[in-house]
């Protein structure tokens, strides 16, 4: 059963016209009828190729942004996959992390004392330092996954040695005594387990099976945009690949 984790609004559809970079698109607002016809430059808050997602004719859905001296007056919400939104703003993965450590059915951690973001490990900052009642830490890595074939949810869609690098913080944390996990936010619906995209990234997949060895917890949860509202679906396994 769907569990509703946020809302996430948008104010305008429109069609992929072309991504110049990695940060910026360019979109034909499609609606509501006071912006139709506009082409308009938009901010792309993932870093992913996102191939099947932004290609030219495709639907996304828009957000206007709130500081008028942005370069981008709009930000790209979702994508449009299989008669599906998928989320590919990934400012949002904190917040959806959040909800699931503090959801009592949905966390994988248990009751947590207090939960701290952004903190510094080594040469890095890692997304959660979570504190058990007991005082245990748990350094907690979140990623998030927009690729699906088959079935299986991938992670990462273009290479990532700051990915990799995260991993092996995780895998130095739990040498040194501490809890230490990575949650992956899978925003596929049609995603039935998580593997490393080996293809994509070597050195990430190697890092990641690593990282299991190294007992690491991998929490791969599924999510769907619908309606404005972000979904809890499901939690899923790691893939029996390797």
């Given at each position: ?112 004392k207090n939960i701290e973001l952004e903190v ?82 070597p050195e990430f997949s190697r890092t990641f ?34």
């Amino acid at each position: 059963m769907a569990i509703p984790v946020m809302e996430i609004a948008w104010d305008a559809k429109g069609s992929f016209r072309l991504r110049p970079n990695r940060f910026l698109g360019i979109v034909d607002i499609t609606g509501p009828k006071k912006d139709k016809g506009k082409a308009v430059k938009v901010h792309v808050h993932d870093p992913g190729r996102l191939k099947e997602l932004l290609y030219p004719g495709n639907q996304v859905l828009l957000k206007k942004a709130t500081n008028p001296n942005r370069k981008t007056a709009w930000d790209i919400i979702a994508a449009s996959y299989e008669n599906e939104w998928i989320l590919v703003h990934s400012s949002y993965h904190s917040d959806i992390a959040q909800w699931v450590i503090k959801n009592k059915t949905v966390s994988p951690f248990g009751k947590i004392k207090n939960i701290e973001l952004e903190v510094k490990f080594g040469e890095s900052r890692l997304d959660f330092l979570l504190t058990r009642k007991n005082g245990k830490k748990i350094w907690v890595e979140v990623k998030g996954c927009t690729l699906a074939v088959d079935g299986v949810a991938l992670f990462p869609d273009a290479p990532t040695k700051r990915g990799a690098r995260h991993l092996q913080h995780l895998i130095e944390a739990k040498e040194k005594g501490a809890e230490s996990a990575i949650v992956i936010l899978v925003f596929r619906p049609d995603a039935k387990c998580f593997a490393p995209h080996a293809e994509t990234d070597p050195e990430f997949s190697r890092t990641f099976y690593s990282a299991l060895d190294a007992k690491v917890e991998v929490h791969p949860i599924k999510f769907l945009y619908r309606d404005g509202i972000v979904n809890y679906i499901e939690k899923i396994p790691v893939c029996d690949i390797y």
